[in-house]
């Protein structure tokens, strides 16, 4: 039978659609030909194009998760006092544009009417962003939008106001191997105990040998317990890292007491002003308290206050650390130094475990 390919349904395509086709006119209309920007206050950007077009930005938080009403809240002010265009930033804040100064100040009294905060530009700690957590994921040890939640309660001010030396971006993991964790200061996960083995589930749910391959110590051997096949961890060896729990669930390792919270400093992706850094680890063991992780709270404010009071001004948090070394940043900020720290002595590569060696 001939096919009529006229007829033929079009392919539907996973993955974002064109964002060209959601962008405000005036910034269509000026696309790649920008020629000053400012800030004028915070939470707000404006743009200026070399046709003599203008845009403003405003910039409100939200809580990430959204409900529909909230959604639909956040919409119709857009429709009412923005210019019907919204966009989602990549840590959940939500801005809108607007092609007349005169729509600014509306814009953020009715935001700030309805409860959103502005701000989150400039030199102001950006709204901390997390992985998902409870909802989405299936192996979190915490819940990380709840960790952010009660951060940003005490940080609001921070996310309001540009006071920092430059600008600060917090980060939260919800569990120890996969998304999130690299930012100025992150807060992750950390598992102390080796998972506890259901050994009953074990041949009926894993696959053993990707479960083995999966360790990054060599730490799992398979193993028949009762006469049925399983699994055992050399605990010794163990570094509680959690990679083998997503593949074989009966291999828990979320504990409430034995799951804490780590904070790690000084992570920077960009380039502009010093080379990319990797974060490390300066407080660990931090209790995974909710619903408020006061503990956890208490040490990244800690942290925020030093770097402002002692930090030259456009430095990031690295570039502080850099500049006045670790021994000086642990001085300054009180947190107790332990040989776990910090590791970057020559000969590091056989304690940490962050390759593919294998320590046997
Ligand atoms: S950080 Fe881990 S637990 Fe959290 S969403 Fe990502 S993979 Fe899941
Ligand atoms: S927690 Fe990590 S180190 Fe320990 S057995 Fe599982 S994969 Fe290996």
Known sequence: MAINLSEMRRPIESGCPDGMQYMHPVVIRNFGQWKWHVHPRPGVLHHQAKSGDGIWTVKAGTQRILDVHTLRKLCDIGD????????????????????????????????????????????????????????HCDIPGTD????????????????KNCNMPNRVHITTSCCQINCGGQGD????????????????????????????????????????????????????????????YPPCPPMQINDPEHSKLAIWVGGNHSNARSKPSFQKLVAGGVPNNPPRWPEATAIVKNILKVY????RDWERVNDWIDRIGWPRFFELTGLPFTKYHIDHWRGSRKSLNSSTYIRM
């Open 80 to 135: 009412q006092y923005a210019d019907g265009h919204v966009r989602f930033t990549i840590r959940s804040n939500i801005e809108y544009m607007v092609d007349d100064e005169n729509k600014v100040a509306p814009l953020i009294t009715a935001l700030e009417d309805a409860g959103f905060v502005v701000g989150g530009t400039g030199n102001s700690v950006a709204f901390i962003s997390h992985t998902q957590g409870w909802l």
């Open 144 to 159: 990380a939008s709840g960790v952010v939640k009660a951060m940003m309660d005490e940080l609001i001010d921070e996310f």
């Open 185 to 244: 200061i992150a807060i992750n996960v950390q598992h102390t105990k080796p998972p506890k083995i259901n050994h009953d589930l074990v041949a009926n749910v894993c696959e053993r040998p990707s479960v083995v391959a999966r360790c990054p110590v060599a730490a799992i051997r398979p193993a028949l317990v009762n006469g049925k096949p399983s699994l055992e961890v050399d605990e010794k060896k163990c570094i509680c890292c959690g990679a083998c």
């Open 308 to 311: 402002q009071s002692d930090a």
